[in-house]
């Protein structure tokens, strides 16, 4: 998998399988808490338009995100084919960090 130097747009997500970083607010998120994914979301950043989102989904037991709170988060730009949708797939390990000054 290749990585990406710096931060990514979620705008600029295209499912390509890379490992990426990106600066973004959680706008919702759905605990599914018997089963993996275990959470599933969405997320916002200033690339995007108002109203715009990126689906995220979590599969380590131990991250979980929380709506209105903004994060520095390393997973894998990955395509599902189901539903035809770009996520943030944050896998076991997945780097993950609240920020408190949203503005850095």
């Not at 931060?7 to 089963?35: M, R």
């Not at 997973?75 to 390990?93: I, S």
Request: hydrophobic share 35%; aromatic share 10%.
């Amino acid at each position: 998998m290749v990585q990406k130097q710096g931060l990514a747009d979620l705008a600029d997500l295209s499912g390509s399988g890379d490992n990426v970083l990106v600066k973004a607010q959680v706008t919702c998120e759905q605990d599914l808490n018997s089963h993996r994914p275990y959470q599933k979301g969405l997320l916002w950043d200033k690339s995007m338009d108002y109203g715009d989102i990126r689906a995220f989904v979590v599969y380590d037991p131990d991250v979980r995100l929380e709506p209105g709170k903004v994060y520095i988060l390393n997973g894998k730009d990955h395509y599902y084919a189901p539903r035809d949708e770009v996520q943030l797939m944050l896998y076991d390990g997945a780097y993950v960090k609240e920020l408190y000054d949203t503005n850095s």
